[in-house]
């Protein structure tokens, strides 16, 4: 089974910026949609970001709209999250994933809709 994998983690101060990345091992994403979630200690996952595939509309969740971009490449091989102006509430794992089925606006936030998962990278940001 080919895995999503991410990769662009890391520490970075409150304030600044941090691009994370997800590929499939060289392959195009196959599926309808492409998203990313994350998990902070103690916490559920949660939605952050989501890009169809099909029509390119992209959804955001209320504490990271207007800070973080999602995005693709033109081959639908790497998928990215732009992080600016960081703070510490985001701090977490951060997952890609990937959506085989017809996602709408109504359940793009829903971990149910994927069905592929990379292993996570981990953000921290400092004071």
């Known amino acids: 089974q080919v895995q999503l994998v991410e990769a662009g983690g890391g520490q970075v101060q409150a304030g600044k910026s941090l691009t994370l990345s997800c590929t499939k091992s060289?392959?195009?994403?196959?599926?309808?949609?492409m998203a990313w979630f994350r998990r902070a200690p103690g916490k559920d996952r949660e939605f952050v970001a989501a890009l169809s595939m099909m029509g390119g509309s992209s959804y955001y969740s209320d504490s990271v709209n207007g800070r973080f971009t999602i995005s693709r490449d033109n081959a639908k091989t790497t998928l990215f999250l732009q992080m600016n102006r960081l703070k510490q509430e985001d701090a977490a794992v951060y997952y890609c994933?990937?959506?085989?089925?017809?996602?709408?606006?109504?359940?793009?936030?829903?971990?149910?809709?994927?069905?592929?998962w990379g292993q996570g990278t981990s953000v921290t940001v400092s004071s």
């Open positions: 994933a990937e959506s085989h089925l017809a996602v709408n606006s109504m359940n793009v936030r829903s971990t149910e809709e994927y069905d592929s």
């Open positions: 060289g392959r195009a994403f196959s599926g309808f949609a």
